[in-house]
């Protein structure tokens, strides 16, 4: 199974210092083969306004990462090439139905013909499950119908990439599983080459759900949809403010519905993290695992705590877990920090 990372854009555009940016990048390579992108390939940071063209696009902080990769000898997966309809800019509103979906074609095209051969995979369409049926991120265009076109687009200019349908909910809500299934299946009858289906991992309580309920949503997506499994955005936090108004003190002692105390939360973190990881790698149908954040970050929307070093790159206890997954023991250029 493929482990793997996200990476920050402050990283790769220059905002963070050079002796931050320095100590960060050598942790990926020491610990990683694989990483992908936070959010940066989304349109509304590398298209400021209506592009005439793909030199109206900014690559700068994705062609940074590329080279970083290149350099480093690690693969790339590409986060997002179409995302949710909250995440698009407003000029993109402002078109007409047919400009609207002539942009969609010639992003994607731009996108994956510029990163042909460079980003083994792609978050192709993500979070689409909630969305409309009909008129489609503003095309006029039935949904389904149009992911398969996107798909086809995407295939057209990197056959031999993995093109990714990605989604969140999966794992504690039903309806969204059932919903998703449903949306795959018909989006491949339509003619769509989906290659891979991407299940978010972000937890919205403090603990993980119960081991058969990770299973059974494991087993049934990929059941009914033939199809392999990434992990993409795996996490869990002490601090779901923005999303149920709770948080707890990490540093407490911390007690799971299932009743097991531990002596903190990040103890606790720690055999989540490898609990989970270990039921995706035992199965042979999760191919991916990608950890949300590696390093704890101060971002505003993004949860505190839920990396595997803090936020002065030091080691927590989900690291020490999982070290064995992570670094190739057998490699001389991997370096325990």
């Given amino acids: 199974m493929n482990v793997s990372t996200v990476v920050q854009q402050k990283y790769f555009n220059g905002v963070a210092s050079e002796e931050e940016t320095q100590r960060y990048l050598k942790l990926v390579v020491d610990n990683f083969e694989e ?6 390939g989304q349109i509304k940071f590398i298209v400021r306004s209506k592009p005439e ?4 696009y900014n690559w700068q902080t994705i062609d940074n990462l590329v080279d970083f990769a290149t350099k480093n ?14 995440s698009f800019p407003d000029w993109y509103w402002k078109l007409s139905y047919t400009d609207k979906k002539s942009f969609l074609e010639n992003h994607v095209k731009a996108v994956v013909g510029r990163y042909k051969n460079k980003f ?11 969305d409309e049926e009909e008129n489609f991120l503003g095309t006029g265009e039935n949904r389904i119908n149009l992911i398969a076109q996107i798909f086809k687009w995407a295939k057209e200019e990197s056959p031999n990439s993995l ?6 909910g999966n794992f ?35 603990d993980l759900p119960p081991d058969d309920e990770i299973e059974k949503t494991l087993s049934q997506i990929h059941e009914e949809t033939g199809l392999p499994i990434y ?6 936090s002490f601090d779901n403010s923005i999303h149920s108004g709770r948080k707890i003190d990490p540093n407490e002692p911390f007690v799971t519905r299932g009743g097991t105390k531990y002596n903190n939360w990040f103890d606790y973190q720690a055999f989540a993290y490898k609990r989970f990881f270990d039921i995706c790698n035992s199965t042979d149908y999760v191919h991916g695992f990608t950890f949300w954040g590696f390093c704890d970050e101060k971002v505003a929307w993004e ?19 999982l070290r064995h997954v992570l670094i190739q023991e057998d490699s001389a250029q991997k370096i325990h920090p």
């Fill in 35 to 40: 990483v992908g992108m936070v959010a940066f």
């Fill in 53 to 56: 063209t793909t030199v109206d």
């Fill in 73 to 86: 000898n690690l693969r790339l997966h590409y986060n997002t090439v179409i995302n949710n309809k909250d």
């Fill in 120 to 130: 083994y995979l792609y978050k192709l369409v993500n979070e689409s499950v909630r």
């Fill in 163 to 168: 093109m990714m349908i990605n989604d969140f």
């Fill in 172 to 206: 504690y809500k039903e309806d969204i599983r059932r919903g998703y299934i449903k949306l795959i299946k018909e989006v491949k009858k339509a003619g769509g080459p989906i290659d891979v289906v991407g299940l978010q991992g972000h937890m919205w309580t403090f």
């Fill in 231 to 236: 992990i993409t955005e795996f996490d869990l």
């Fill in 303 to 321: 949860r505190p705590g839920i990396g595997l070093f803090n936020e002065g790159f030091k080691p927590k206890p989900a690291f020490e877990v």
